[in-house]
């Protein structure tokens, strides 16, 4: 990491690496085609989420336009 600062910040219930974050979503392919895509979801999963959890794909696409 460049001049990033490793921040962390709660999704729903845990704690994120707002750098890890950022980068799995312009890994596949940004904000809009995650959207697009409707993958919010299994960002989710991929960094630590509770699986059963039923709003964690619109609570994570919030935490990301922030």
Known sequence: MTAWKKL???VCVFSVDLYAFF???QKLGG???V???R???PIYDDLGGHQG???AATC???HYER
């Open 8 to 10: 962390i910040f709660c």
């Open 23 to 25: 980068s799995k979503v």
């Open 31 to 33: 904000y809009n085609v």
């Open 35 to 37: 959207t697009a895509n």
């Open 39 to 41: 993958m919010w979801k």
């Open 53 to 55: 959890s039923t709003s």
């Open 60 to 62: 994570t696409r919030r």
